[in-house]
């Protein structure tokens, strides 16, 4: 039995999607005959970034914030201030890779909203607002398509899932609740695309863009590690936090990424573009 163009397509995009994963620096996608790339709903494609990007943040928040923590090192809200010997806590790590991956992908959209935001930027407004009311009751992720702003828009439940994260929001200066608990819905990740659907070449490039947007934010922290005075500036390089006073660098980090991420990934991405009738754009 010969496989079906459907097939093919699937097996092309799995194999283009492991070059990229495993590769530092995603190269430009080839020429590939129109029937090759697919169409995708965007909320397919906007709840694999999701998985992706959370993996990475957990992994930052359990190896470097935790175990750091534990040896000495300090993370704080204001880390890139003149003479601040500190690192991004989690959600600011999310914020240092939003803004990189805006620069390279416009049309995807990434924040941390909430209904009682450190920062008014991040306040729900609008449709967003009564759709995370939901998000907040059911702690389930929501999916819907933004008419006014003709964007695809998928909202994740953002949890306290650290006491530091809890410490820090109710003793902020800025902060506009004083009570938050641990495991209390705190926001949502919330995702957006321009349209309705998203070609299966698109969503490839989108995850490794992703992936490497969250690894450049992570080696900016390295950059200003690298100047901490005296006793504040930890050892860099191949050994992590739970090993003593140490920071991994930026290759070891991207591979310890890699090594947690790519299997998973690559067979969400699969099982997706199996699932989906050969739609060519």
């Known amino acids: 039995m010969r496989p079906s163009t459907t097939t093919l397509a699937g097996a092309a995009g799995f194999v283009l999607l492991a070059i990229y994963l495993f590769v530092s620096a995603p190269p430009e996608l080839p020429d590939r005959p129109a029937d090759a790339s697919r ?77 009682y935001p450190l920062v008014k930027e991040n306040l729900f407004k609008g449709e967003q607002a009564r759709h995370y009311q939901e998000v907040k009751k059911t702690l389930r992720p929501k999916f819907f ?22 410490t820090c929001h109710n003793e902020h200066p800025h902060t506009p609740k004083k009570d938050w608990v641990l495991d209390e819905p705190m ?13 299966s070449e698109t969503m490839l490039r989108m995850v490794a863009l992703l992936r490497k947007s969250a690894v450049d934010a992570y080696a900016s922290y390295l950059q200003r590690a690298e100047r901490f005075e005296g006793g504040a500036r930890p050892d860099i390089g191949a050994k992590w936090p739970r090993d ?6 930026r290759e070891t980090f991207r591979r310890a990424v ?16 199996q699932s989906q009738p050969g739609d060519p754009r």
């Open 39 to 115: 169409s995708i709903p965007a909320e397919k494609a906007l709840a694999l970034l999701d998985a992706e990007n959370a993996a990475i943040r957990a992994l930052y928040a359990r190896e470097i914030v935790g175990e750091g923590t534990k040896r000495g090192l300090d993370f704080r809200e204001d880390w890139k201030k003149d003479g601040v010997a500190a690192g991004p806590l989690p959600a600011l790590l999310l914020r240092e890779t939003s803004n990189r991956l805006q620069m390279d992908v416009p049309e995807l959209g990434l924040f941390l909203g909430s209904d």
């Open 145 to 166: 398509f933004d008419a006014a702003q003709g964007r695809t828009t998928a909202m994740f439940p953002d949890r306290a899932s650290a006491q530091s994260c809890v």
């Open 187 to 199: 926001g949502a990740t919330t995702w957006s695309y321009a349209g309705r659907q998203v070609s």
């Open 244 to 249: 003593g006073f140490y920071l991994p660098d």
């Open 258 to 273: 890699e090594a947690q991420n790519s299997a998973s990934t690559l067979n969400t991405v699969f099982e997706t573009l």
